[in-house]
């Protein structure tokens, strides 16, 4: 279920300055962040928490190599739903998120339902992964998927401009 949250306040040059560091570097010191903003410590920390308690930075997370951890396989696929209702998406999104090799979940427009993706160690891996699990989904009735050849780009960063 999703909250409602309070209108944020606008966000000037000095916040987004904030964020772009931030997105790069979120272990940075708050001294150093300060410094390379312009600001005094305590201003900048204000900062920061009014931006956390606003909902704008959502979180600090360390970037791990997948194929470390044996998930060097990336995949994408589509779901199509036999049905659509309110209930049925609820239903999907409640056993979709108990699935941990699915890293996102969107409920897309056009021609399928869902485009799920998965980090698996191999295509071993991945049988299992869609005839055990994703297509036992409730509702799921077709899928379509897509094996990662070369990853080009991936981030996390969103464009914040200055």
């Known amino acids: 279920m999703r909250t409602q949250r309070n ?3 606008a966000l000037d040059k000095l916040d987004h300055k904030i964020l772009n560091i931030l997105q790069q570097d979120g272990r940075i010191a708050m001294k150093d962040l300060a410094e390379r903003v312009g ?4 201003p900048c920390i204000e900062r920061v928490k009014r931006m956390e308690r606003d909902g704008v930075i959502t979180g ?3 970037r791990v190599n997948p194929t470390q951890l044996g998930a060097a396989l990336l995949v994408f696929v589509e779901i199509t ?3 659509k209702s309110g209930n049925m998406f609820e239903q999907f999104r409640r056993e979709v998120q108990r699935i941990p090799e699915v890293l996102e979940c969107h ?3 056009g021609d399928f339902d869902y485009l799920i993706k998965a980090r698996i160690g ?5 049988r299992k992964l869609l005839g055990d699990i994703l297509l036992q989904l ?3 009735v077709q899928s379509k998927s ?3 050849m070369e990853e080009i780009k991936e981030t996390l960063t969103i464009p914040v401009d200055v």
């Open 7 to 9: 209108p944020v306040r």
């Open 39 to 42: 600001l005094s410590v305590t």
């Open 60 to 62: 600090y997370y360390a």
């Open 81 to 83: 739903l036999d049905h």
């Open 107 to 109: 409920l897309v427009s």
């Open 122 to 126: 191999e295509m071993a891996d991945y």
């Open 138 to 140: 409730p509702g799921a």
């Open 146 to 148: 897509y094996v990662v």
